[in-house]
């Protein structure tokens, strides 16, 4: 049978990692909730440097 091409979340691991995953989601959703205007500044800020990089990277290799 082929792989998947999609990723699988391990059903083992330990509680500490779900715990912890568990809870950087929901304080993302909740900044979402609370503060959508910050939100998504933010998300802007991230394709700001993502942006950046790709200039970068095309100045180097192109």
């Known amino acids: 049978m082929a792989k998947s091409p999609y990723p699988v979340v391990k059903a083992g691991g330990g509680l500490l990692p779900k715990v912890i995953g568990t809870l950087v989601v929901i304080a993302v959703v909740v900044l979402v909730i609370k503060y959508p205007a910050d939100a998504a500044r933010w998300v802007r800020g991230v394709g700001t440097v993502i942006d950046g ?6 100045a180097l290799f192109g």
């Open 53 to 58: 990089l790709v200039d970068f990277l095309r």
